[in-house]
């Protein structure tokens, strides 16, 4: 939700210039992913302890909606500069608070089943909940935000709506996550500095585990700069600022209509060909969204819509085989690391999202962008919107169908049917 909304709202409500709003965005996530790997490497040693990777999860479930709220309450009076930075230190928080929940709850599908078809039956179900949060929160926080009445209000507003939906889903989660594995953790081989150590060193070891933590960096990445530019898209290429919750359903909503459908693509043919499908088909659509730079219109829900259909392929797969990479990670490496595998995967994918936004503000600058609301842009400025909706998308998918070809020659078992 951030992704879809804090470089709008830093640039359009507070009025901070788009090269600024980079950094702003970009400094919070770069201390995250330093952060994450602690995180796992702590989660770690709770599921050794006890077999709960719960506790985190209670903390992190319980302190992110506030901080969310904080996020987007910057105070109306205050400078520009200083707005900016109150954005910049609750986000930091609230990213934090985030991986204490979601570290140890990827964690948990390499120790729940030890089955790789039900592995993807559980992540497949996983990204479509996933989906159906991202959709009423991101398609229904901004219409409760335009509701209130948009500026200041409207985002604390819509910030508090989210934030509610946050809770019930994150606590229903952890209470649902509340029982013992049937794997733990193995014990640590050290401290914290050498637990801090273990997901690099998979990384290190574990060859397709590396490419697929490359594979879902790009891919992330890609997803994300179409979720920051969607905003700019609809108000400065479409003319209407409400129409982000149309885009919005289209991209999302598809994920919870064709998830069963990669499941089974996945069973019968193998993990890695359905993922290079999902990714061949979001490469697809996004570059038929170029011709919006021409001839802007409704047309766009269209392939905006079959990238949602990919979209649902490229998060559930990857995240399918993660497990299997725990296990393989553990025969190479002598032991049990899911919770700093889950904190080293947790940290690329934070560190990708962030730099959705952060390609979207750098086209904005060097598209000479005007902040702070102009709805007169420069035709640069409305081709950079353009193009990273559409053209940058479409090559990182691109790029990373190049590394799935290697991916399933690293690990023959996913181009098997499961």
Do not use: N
Request: hydrophobic share 55%; charged share 10%; proline share 6%.
């Amino acid at each position: 939700m951030p992704g879809l909304v804090l470089a709008y709202y830093l640039t359009d409500s507070i009025g901070v210039a788009a090269a600024v709003a980079t950094v702003l965005v970009l400094v919070p996530k770069v201390i995250d992913v330093l952060a994450y790997p602690l995180i796992g490497a702590i989660s770690d040693r709770a599921s050794h302890r006890s077999g709960y990777r719960t506790g985190l999860m209670l903390f992190g479930a319980l302190a992110l909606p506030l901080l969310f709220v904080a996020t987007f309450s910057a105070p109306p009076g205050w400078s520009t500069g200083a707005a900016g930075v109150w954005v910049m230190g609750f986000f930091l928080l609230a990213s934090i608070a985030y991986s204490c929940f979601q570290v140890p709850y990827l964690a948990l599908p390499a120790e729940l089943t030890d089955d790789a078809a039900a592995r993807v039956t559980l992540l497949a179900w996983r990204v479509a909940v996933l989906a159906a949060a991202i959709l009423l929160t991101g398609g229904g926080g901004p219409a409760l935000r335009d509701a209130a009445g948009g500026g200041p209000t409207g985002y604390v507003v819509m910030a508090v709506g989210v934030a509610a939906l946050m809770l019930m889903g994150m606590l229903w989660s952890t209470f649902v996550a509340g029982r013992r594995t049937i794997m733990r953790a193995d014990a640590p081989a050290g401290g914290l500095a050498h637990e801090y150590r273990d997901g690099l060193d998979a990384l290190r070891v574990t060859r397709p585990f590396r490419l697929l933590v490359a594979v879902f960096c790009l891919q992330a990445v890609a997803t994300a700069v179409m979720l920051a530019g969607g905003q700019y898209v609809a108000t400065y290429v479409l003319g209407d600022e409400t129409a982000l919750t149309g885009l919005f359903l289209a991209l999302v909503g598809p994920a919870l209509l064709v998830m069963p459908l990669w499941t089974r693509l996945a069973h019968a043919r193998g993990k890695v060909p359905a993922l290079a499908a999902a990714t061949a088909l979001f490469t697809t659509a996004t570059l038929l969204l170029i011709p919006a730079g021409f001839s802007p219109g409704a047309w766009v829900h269209l392939p905006v819509a079959l990238a949602g259909v990919a979209y649902a392929g490229m998060q559930a797969l990857p995240m399918s085989m993660l497990p299997d990479c725990t296990d393989l990670d553990r025969s190479l490496g002598g032991r049990r690391r899911s919770g700093a595998m889950s904190g080293l995967w947790t940290a690329s994918e934070t560190g990708a999202m962030a730099l959705g936004p952060v390609v979207v503000l750098a086209l904005l600058a060097f598209g000479g962008f005007r902040s702070g609301g102009v709805s007169d842009q420069p035709g640069t400025a409305q081709w950079a919107i353009v193009l990273a909706f559409s053209l940058v998308p479409a090559l990182l998918a691109g790029a990373s169908l190049l590394l799935i070809r290697t991916l399933g020659r690293s690990y023959p078992r996913w181009t098997e049917r499961t």
